[in-house]
């Protein structure tokens, strides 16, 4: 299983963004899948996750009703709508896949693949 993450970029503050994660080499219908990201100097951090069915998501405090995952199991792709951004959102956001868990976990360690990451910097 392959993992595209897309949509990255420069953005003013207040702005939005749209964050893409194509699957290949598998189906995502399979998957339970989060987003994660990390900033200069600090550690990765869960960001928002979904289950299979796409029916229970969760999102980190920090990004609650700014951050909003989904999934389109139909055309294998993840998304992370990002409203409202600030500069504490400034990272590099990776898509992540667990093949075993019916509900998305919150623990890192559990996914089984990662995609290479695309870059969110938000100007002030």
């Known amino acids: 299983v392959q993992l595209q993450a897309s949509g990255g970029g420069l953005v003013q503050a207040g702005g939005s963004l749209r964050l893409s994660c194509v699957v290949s080499g598998g189906t995502l219908m399979a998957l339970s899948m989060a987003w994660f990201r990390q900033a200069p100097g600090r550690e990765r951090e869960l960001v928002a996750t979904?289950?299979?069915?796409?029916?229970?998501?969760y999102a980190a405090d920090s990004v609650q009703g700014r951050l909003t995952i989904s999934r389109d199991n139909a055309k294998n792709t993840l998304y992370l709508q990002m409203n409202n951004l600030n500069s504490e959102d400034t990272a590099i956001y990776y898509c992540?896949?667990?093949?075993?868990?019916?509900?998305?976990?919150?623990?890192?360690?559990?996914?089984?693949?990662w995609g290479l990451g695309t870059l969110v910097t938000v100007s002030s």
């Open positions: 992540a896949a667990d093949k075993d868990s019916a509900l998305a976990p919150g623990i890192m360690a559990w996914y089984d693949y």
């Open positions: 979904i289950n299979r069915g796409g029916t229970y998501t």
